[in-house]
């Protein structure tokens, strides 16, 4: 089952440009994580932001969630062509403990040189 | 160095064959994890487990079986069962149970003809 579901798919954006991408889930979570993928590679861990918080920043990232309407955003801010990648989004169970995540689809971006 | 190691990277069966993915992390890590990804989705949990000689199914378990007789290994066997087995197959871990990010393998591609 999916929780987690991206927008847009694709984003194509040229270097220098801010990259805004959007995950909406359905149920109560702990946290909600962001993952990097690069083309046939695994994900790398990029933010995981905590339920009671509602913002949270690493270097160019801004992560924000609102709880209330359940969804939360990713901005790369000033792009580079090497943020080329897909990004996903992922949600704990809620009320389980074991470290089973949920991801969405991803959303695909493509920085232009 | 720390981390997960998966292989091969590349492989190749034929149809009807069982086929066995490695897992391999020295990052002392109780919990572990096996998703697939089909092109242009997100990832599906097929097993995990939290502790030694423990593992759950996930949401797509059935052709696959796996087991846990080490903390540092957690191989994944594709059995013939699997309808549709061509996949790639990503492997992952945190310290424990709940609430952290998961590091990732590099994944292997399985092709079964």
């Known amino acids: 089952s999916q929780q987690g579901e991206e927008d847009p798919q694709t984003l194509s954006i040229q270097e220098g440009e801010n990259a805004t991408m959007n995950c909406s889930y359905k149920t109560s979570i702990n946290n909600l994580q962001w993952y990097r993928q690069n083309s046939g590679r695994g994900l790398v861990h990029l933010i995981l932001i905590r339920s009671n918080e509602r913002e949270k920043h690493s270097g160019r990232l801004r992560v924000t969630l609102d709880t209330s309407k359940k969804s939360s955003s990713l901005l790369i801010t000033a792009s580079r062509a090497a943020d080329t990648a897909s990004y996903f989004c992922a949600t704990d169970m809620g009320s389980s403990n074991t470290g089973k995540l949920i991801f969405g689809q991803g959303t695909t971006l493509q920085v232009k040189p | 160095d720390g981390g997960i190691t998966q292989s091969p990277k590349y492989l190749f069966r034929k149809e009807g064959q069982n086929v066995t993915l490695s897992c391999e992390q020295n990052?002392?890590?109780?919990?572990m994890y096996w998703y697939r990804q089909d092109p242009g989705q997100g990832l599906r949990l097929i097993y995990y487990?939290?502790?030694?000689?423990?593992?759950q199914k996930g949401d797509i378990a059935e052709g696959y079986s796996v087991s846990r007789e080490k903390k540092e290994s957690f191989p994944l066997t594709v059995t013939s069962a699997q309808k549709n087995p061509t996949a790639f197959y990503l492997c992952?871990?945190?310290?424990?149970?709940?609430?952290?990010?998961?590091?990732f393998g590099p994944g292997t591609r399985l092709t079964v003809t």
């Open positions: 990052l002392n890590h109780d919990a």
């Open positions: 487990s939290q502790i030694v000689n423990d593992f």
């Open positions: 992952a871990s945190t310290p424990t149970g709940g609430f952290y990010e998961q590091y």
